[in-house]
């Protein structure tokens, strides 16, 4: 058994993959629209889906937006310089909310970024890199 995928439900399909894809590198690996439905899935991911867990972005087409709830947490993406990767997404338009530094009672370092509907996306930074 695996983890295959997590899904997000996104107001603004295009601004979401934009995000997703030039902000944070990742690849849109498929994408289908099922107009029966009113919807689209987009997914998205740093590999194949058949090696890696992704993201599965769903568009309902008469939906612009959700309330997020507060159960949900965020996602969580590993990077070899944190610091470097705020500032990179941050030259690229991206909204960072809080800027990378050690976790509270830990030295991890961590940053969190936004996406367009406001999901959190942690940013962790690779074990033994101190910049």
Not at 66 to 91: F, M, P, Q, R, W
């Amino acid at each position: 058994m695996r983890i295959l995928h997590t899904m997000l439900r996104v107001g603004n399909l295009e601004r979401s993959l934009a995000f997703y894809t030039d902000i944070l590198g990742m690849q849109l690996l498929r994408q289908n629209d099922y107009p029966d439905g009113r919807f689209t899935l987009a997914f998205v991911g740093y590999g194949a889906e058949s090696d890696t867990a992704v993201l599965e972005l769903t568009h309902n087409w008469d939906t612009d937006s959700y309330d997020l709830g507060n159960a949900y947490g965020h996602i969580a993406i590993e990077v070899e310089n944190a610091y470097k990767t705020c500032e990179d997404i941050k030259a690229k338009g991206g909204k960072v909310v809080r800027e990378a530094g050690p976790m509270k009672h830990g030295q991890t370092v961590i940053a969190f970024v936004e996406d367009p509907d406001g999901y959190k996306v942690e940013l962790i930074q690779a074990k033994g890199r101190v910049d």
